[in-house]
């Protein structure tokens, strides 16, 4: 399971996130729309903008509409002959502190997520390294900071692993591009 930030990089990266409670509606995923420009010779066929607002968009700018930055929810109901519905969504607090979200990531989501990871775990360890330098560390008791600079060397080994799927997902991600 994965923590609401992993959503938001998944989704940001052309990933798809569901939960698994939802299950119980139904299927349902969130994604990203991608960011389109929509172009002035097309606006006026639009027939998912109102018509009384068309007129103002062409008046606006180069006439064009662009639109970014949306999450949709799609259901799928599979009853034969109800269409998948997309609306908007908007995380309750609730879906943003849940532990059952599952990703269906696009390789680039998990390359992105991977490497958000990984600038984690360095600044987590940095903080270590700062920590080790202050007056307040040298107050610790000797067992607390033993076991410390334990959690920090495991921490190290952790991110030099990291670090080489990292730079292996991205020989990958070249190779295929």
């Known amino acids: 399971m994965v923590k609401f930030k992993d959503v938001i990089c998944c989704i940001k990266n052309g990933g798809t996130a ?3 409670s939802w299950a119980e509606d139904g299927d349902k995923e969130i994604m990203m729309q991608i960011p389109q420009r929509i172009g002035k010779d097309i606006v006026p066929k639009m027939t998912s903008v109102q018509e009384s607002i068309k007129p103002k968009i062409s008046t606006v700018g180069s006439g064009e509409i662009e639109y970014h930055d949306q999450v949709i929810v799609i259901t799928f109901t599979d009853d034969g002959k109800t269409p998948a519905r997309a609306t908007y969504y908007v995380p309750t607090w609730e879906d943003i502190f849940a532990t059952d979200w599952l990703l269906s990531e696009s390789q680039d989501a998990y390359y992105a997520r991977l490497c958000e990871e990984l600038e984690d775990m360095v600044n987590e360890s940095n903080d270590f390294t700062w920590f080790f330098k202050t007056k307040e560390f ?31 997902e991205n020989e990958i991600n070249v190779k295929q591009k």
Not at 155 to 167: F, G, H, S
């Open 138 to 168: 040298e107050r610790l008791p000797e067992n607390e900071k033993n076991l410390m600079k334990r959690q920090h060397e495991i921490m190290e080994k952790y991110i030099a692993v990291l670090d080489e799927r990292c730079q292996l």
């Open 18 to 20: 569901r939960r698994m």
